[in-house]
């Protein structure tokens, strides 16, 4: 059974960073392209960031890009967000996901199959 375990999260100011990691065990890593979503309260969970299966197809929401860099290594099972100049409306709870179609690019959340338990980020003004 896939798990995805993600870590990283807590308390910054804004204009701060956080790297978040997402571990993940029980499949076949490389098969996966990879997202992170987060959701806010009272808000739907939304698409933040994509990495395909090679690392080399990167896709972000235009809220993030620029701030936001998503990247994988796939001899450890593992795929980090990097967040830097951090704003207030960043806060969410962030969830890494795992989507078996490489080629569709899918920022919908509903072509992820595989999800982590989500890892709390808060930003202060």
């Known amino acids: 059974q896939v798990q995805l375990v993600e870590s990283g999260g807590g308390l910054v100011q804004a204009g701060g960073s956080l790297r978040l990691s997402c571990a993940v065990t029980?499949?076949?890593?490389?098969?996966?392209?990879m997202g992170w979503f987060r959701q806010a309260p009272g808000k739907e969970r939304e698409f933040v960031a994509r990495?395909?299966?090679?690392?080399?197809?990167?896709t972000y929401t235009d809220s993030v890009t620029g701030r936001f860099t998503i990247s994988r290594d796939n001899a450890k099972n593992s795929v980090t967000l990097d967040m830097n100049s951090l704003k207030p409306e960043d806060t969410a709870v962030y969830y890494c996901?795992?989507?078996?179609?490489?080629?569709?690019?899918?920022?919908?959340?509903?072509?992820?199959?595989?999800w982590g338990q989500g890892t709390q980020v808060t930003v202060s003004s």
């Open positions: 996901a795992a989507d078996r179609d490489n080629m569709r690019r899918s920022t919908m959340r509903e072509d992820y199959v595989y």
């Open positions: 990495i395909s299966r090679s690392g080399v197809t990167r």
């Open positions: 029980g499949g076949t890593f490389s098969g996966y392209a």
